[in-house]
């Protein structure tokens, strides 16, 4: 057994060292590993097979509202980039620039893209005539490049996968149904399929996107009481068209702007999954997204018809992402391998359970044992994986609010920010001087101004001066 | 019916210039579009679903031989690149290097992606100890860049997309073996899914990958008698394994070189469906790969009933991708569209129709017509479907062999390069000398020594020197 041991010896406990934790279940649960080139991460084939289940999905629910997909050029012409003032001001300090093809130098460098509002626009605005050619809903997914100083895998790396809706609209009103209708979907999915509940609200001009009227967000909160945008909606309303010149001929003939939103979500999900719902013995995936979902394990493998039966078992439960671990590894190494992969379900079938003609269910998020026949064994792992995902949503939306504060003065916001890792609810006053020194004193951010407003006071938790609006603030990945 | 025709109008007849024919194809059917980076794409939303279908099936086939998808950087380090000297050589003279990041210069510069063999050997360098880590069997799915001077939609662009697989074995004989079934892999989906019928063969030494001990490849030929290199399959023995140092603890404890393979299909076979299967009125799309397969056009649809029942017949047709064009235009404008866009079967219902409780189905790869009574209307569209998709490849395979001729001598080889466009079987007696001079005096070149050898003669084509290798002859793409 002390082989068993080593694998989970090597994880630092989560309340210990947080940081430490996540990285080695990145690491130990092989999901990815740092590459050569600095801040960019090789996705290994666990952490890949995640974000594949969560595209599909995804790319699903996207081509339900009508969403098309396309692609568009890896590169930027410097000079497409600066058409729009406020975008490329956000951007360009952090692109990588290509100046060179081949051998010979470029007469204009070129950025890769690190994200392609101006590579839609440009080719909208050649695309887009009449009334007749709207809307454009289009996606894509693609890898994007942001040079950051600082980098944690998945969290923030200088390459990462994502996708990119951006969509073109005849008028404001479609263009902000589309923007909430976006963050919508990207909040169901996390709180249906990932178990990861969010709060959905709007981000202040300071923290909105580049070149935005209008920023929503969905923010979700780690184990740790650190929030994670988790992904982003935006409205640009004309602003993108009049710098790029995007008109059509309306009904009346008459030439007219379009409204543009766009939105993405990115491998960064990954990150949330790992800190919402990890443990000490690794990673805890929800079944739904689950790569494997049941791991059948042979106990005392080299007995006369255990081998068969594990290999019946998982033949049985062929409805589901099923794995049988033959390998000659100790089944306690197994136990411990399984555990830190997150799989969902372990399914133990030793001679004992062969009399009996059983087999053993064990829960990864709970560690609970369960019994069960063998001829029942396919619809009562189904049940489990059920209540599995259940309730990780439950526990997770639980800790969400256990750890949401409120505070209505000064000094108890920023005490509650020292000690209380979590969300802090209290009342904002508009002005981004306010925002600016909560930062400098306590680190926090506003994270947004949720859809489902409260009204704490009538004062600005900051200058005390009359307030409107509600804020979620707390200090974020 | 004036604008009917002009859609049609707008192409080029492909015997009066082929070239232009394949381009308006390409801009009419709305498969792609030109970006502001000069040689670059935009893939319309037509072309990525044609896309997504090829994804969606050669990856089900790539999983069920053990594949397992990752991803690795964008970015090459320079340092990194040049580890394998033919490979550099190979694919130095192309790259586009990013100087900057942010605003600080790179103190390496660093190449975008032409192809990731180094990516994955410096990889596998820290992540192959022992053979119990072997076989790696990884594939990726993503964009590369190579600085071409010359480019063509799909055929030939300074990005594309692709997948590249790339394989770590403990034997030279598992490597091989695996070359050898990606390749199959490769043809088999041509032939099955595209209705492509393909040349298996190996490249010759001159024509191989660069830092490749054999490359294996499936040549297609166009409509227009040109050959297109359309997948290709690599063994690198231990070549890369000795340049990057990946070594394995044998199970006798010897430290042993892997040995590695790399294939790779990109959307360079687009360009190949386009010009096998197209004709004059645009697009002919194989019936397993259409986004659509089915579009449903109303006769006088503002009779009264007509639209209904064409809703029913959509609804019928639902186990099929089938769309109904109930649009403001014309039928005839409706036919052309449907036409130019490649959509195997039409069907068409009109009041008539409706009365003698039939629909017309048209076939889009041979324009017949056959009226079917609508309570079968679902199993005759299905026969329809797989009799295309059958003919399809049935007439590709005769232009093929219809195309491909044989050459003894050196005249009767350069009359029939210059006068028959097609492959031209011919011996070989291995010398470069004999290529290059094939080329220089005809244009064509070596497209593979197929996997179907015959003697032809005794002697090479172009020296007359003993030869015991046919190599198909060809221009190319």
Known sequence: MANDKKLVEAITSMDVDFAQWYTDVVKKAELCDYASVKGCMVIKPAGYAL??????????????????????????????????????????????????????ELQERMCVRPTSE?????????????YRDLPKVYNQWCSVVRWEKTTRPFLRSREFLWQEGHTAHATAEEAQERTEQMLNVYADFCEEVLAVPVVRGQKTDKEKFAGAEATYTIEALMHDGKALQSGTSHNFGDGFARAFGIQYAAKDNSLQYVHQTSWGLSTRIIGAIIMIHGDDNGLVLPPKIAPVQVMVVPIQQKKEGVLEKALE????????RVKLDDSDKSPGWK????????????????????????????????????????????????????????????????????????????????????EKPGFVKAMWCGNQGCEDKVKEITGATSRCMPFAQERLSGHCVCCGKPATKMVYWGRAY
């Open 51 to 104: 974000w594949e289940n969560i595209q599909k999905e995804l790319d699903r629910r996207f081509k339900e509202t009508g969403v098309e997909n396309v692609y568009m050029p890896l590169f930027i012409p410097e000079g497409l980039l600066q058409k729009e003032k406020d975008h490329v001001e956000g951007f360009a300090p952090e692109v990588a620039w290509v100046t060179h093809g081949g051998l010979e």
């Open 118 to 130: 101006t590579l839609f626009c440009d080719f909208y605005a050649k695309d887009i005539h009449s």
């Open 313 to 320: 078992v998982k033949g049985a439960l062929s409805g589901f």
């Open 335 to 418: 136990f411990s391998e399984s555990e830190m992969r997150g799989i969902p379900v372990r399914v133990e079938v030793g001679p004992k359970d062969i009399a009996n003609n059983q087999a053993v269910l064990v829960r990864r998020d709970t560690h609970e044992k369960v019994t069960v026949p063998l001829d029942q064994i396919g619809q009562e792992v189904g049940r489990l994986l059920d209540a599995i995902q259940e309730d990780m949503f439950t526990r997770a939306k639980a800790h969400l609010e256990a750890h949401t504060y409120e505070a209505v003065d000064f000094d108890t916001f920023t005490k509650t920010i020292e």
